[in-house]
T-cell receptor
C-alpha cells in the first residue's frame, strides 16, 4: 500500500517528441506528488509537483497530469531535448510522513 | 545560499568494517532525510531526523543508524558492512514539518569489497 509504481523503466525519445512517464499509488492519504530529475553524478532535484486538488499543472515544457479516482499521475515532457536526458523519479507523501519514491525512469532523448 | 553538503563523496571499505557519512543541510533546514540509491531499486528511505529526533524510519536493519546534532547536521553509520551495502547514499534537507521540496546533496558513493 505504501508503494509507488513507476513505468517505464527506460524511455528513448526523439528530439522534439513527447516523453511520458507514469506512476500509480494505492494509499489515498498521499497529498503531495512531486517529480524529481537526476543527472549523472548529481543528487535528484525537484522538477515539478502537484497536490490532489488540481488535475493538471504545467511549468514550461513539463506537465503533471493527475487522476485522483484512478490513483495515477504522469509526467509529460513536451518538445523533449537532449538536455532532458536524465533519470526521473515520481514520489508521493502523506503529511509529514516519509516520501515514497518510484523506482525511476531513465530517459534518453536522441539528437 | 550553500546547498546540502555530503562528505566524503567516495569511499571504499571492506566487509565487516563500519562507516560514518556526514551531511550538512541548507542553513535553516531542520529536517534531514537519508536515502540509499542502487540501480533498479531507486531511492530507498533510510530515516528522517527533525530537531534531533528520528521522526520516520525505513525498513533497513539495525546496522544502519543515524543521528542529528543541534545545528541540524546529521550523520549516518553503517556497521558490519556487507557487499550489498554498496550504494550511493543521499542526504536531503527540507525546511520544516510540512510536506514540501527535498533538497538533495550529491551523495556519498560507498563501495564495499
Amino acid at each position: 500500500q505504501q508503494q509507488v509504481k513507476q513505468s517505464p523503466q527506460s524511455l528513448i525519445v526523439q528530439k522534439g517528441g513527447i516523453s511520458i512517464i507514469n506512476c500509480a499509488y494505492e494509499n489515498t492519504a498521499f497529498d503531495y506528488f512531486p517529480w524529481y530529475q537526476q543527472f549523472p553524478g548529481k543528487g535528484p532535484a525537484l522538477l515539478i509537483a502537484i497536490r490532489p486538488d488540481v488535475s493538471e499543472k504545467k511549468e514550461g515544457r513539463f506537465t503533471i497530469s493527475f487522476n485522483k479516482s484512478a490513483k495515477q499521475f504522469s509526467l509529460h515532457i513536451m518538445d523533449s531535448q537532449p538536455g532532458d536526458s536524465a533519470t526521473y523519479f515520481c514520489a508521493a507523501q502523506a503529511g509529514t510522513y516519509k516520501y515514497i519514491f518510484g523506482t525511476g525512469t531513465r530517459l534518453k532523448v536522441l539528437a | 545560499k550553500a546547498g546540502v553538503t555530503q562528505t566524503p563523496r567516495y569511499l571504499i571499505k571492506t566487509r565487516g568494517q563500519q562507516v560514518t557519512l556526514s551531511c550538512s543541510p541548507i542553513s535553516g533546514h531542520r529536517s534531514v532525510s537519508w536515502y540509499q540509491q542502487t540501480p533498479g531499486q531507486g531511492l530507498q528511505f533510510l530515516f528522517e531526523y527533525f530537531s534531533e529526533t528520528q521522526r520516520n524510519k525505513g525498513n533497513f536493519p539495525g546496522r544502519f543508524s543515524g543521528r542529528q546534532f543541534s545545528n541540524s547536521r546529521s550523520e549516518m553509520n553503517v556497521s558490519t558492512l556487507e557487499l550489498g551495502d554498496s550504494a550511493l547514499y543521499l542526504c536531503a534537507s527540507s525546511l520544516d514539518t510540512s510536506a514540501g521540496e527535498l533538497f538533495f546533496g550529491e551523495g556519498s558513493r560507498l563501495t564495499v569489497l
